[in-house]
């Protein structure tokens, strides 16, 4: 009871609101090796490309009904492994940590992101192997490329 407490005093006095909050998400379990990379972009994770100015975002939905970021990271180089340190965030959501890179073709490889949740106008920030990629999003509409 004494730990409900603080919890219940926090959400009353807006100390804490869980969706603004977001996610903190740790990756995959596995060992990241070096990369030397030439390209790092945000693509579409159904499609199998990159977006676009003007492009339609769908976002994904998380186990409690919430929004959540669903994009791909593609990259392209001279050493890709098989798991690579990935830095993203999608508004107050952040992943940090190893990520599983797939994909068969050598030249294009695909790292798979869902964290959250998010709103329906937001920025994705990515970075892997010194390379970073960025991406906005207004009212689900992609608004920016760098």
């Not at 090796?33 to 159904?46: S, Y």
């Not at 976002?59 to 593609?74: H, I, K, N, T, V």
Request: net charge negative; glycine share 12%.
């Amino acid at each position: 009871m004494r730990a409900i407490l603080p919890i219940l005093f926090a959400l009353v006095a807006g100390g804490c609101d869980p969706i603004a909050a977001g996610g903190s998400f740790s990756g995959d379990k596995c060992a990241a090796g070096d990369a030397t990379l030439d390209t790092l972009t945000i693509g579409n994770a159904f499609r199998d490309l990159d977006y676009q100015v003007g492009d339609p975002w769908t976002p994904g939905e998380g186990d409690q009904g919430l929004s959540m970021s669903q994009f791909a990271l593609y990259l392209t180089g001279s050493a890709i492994p098989d798991c690579v340190q990935v830095h993203a965030r999608a508004e107050n959501a952040v992943l940090d940590g190893p990520k599983t890179v797939g994909g068969q073709n050598a030249a294009r490889r695909k790292i798979d992101v869902f964290i959250g949740p998010v709103d329906d106008s937001y920025a994705i920030d990515a970075s892997v192997a010194g390379l970073a990629a960025h991406l906005e999003i207004s009212h689900n509409v992609v608004s920016v490329v760098r």
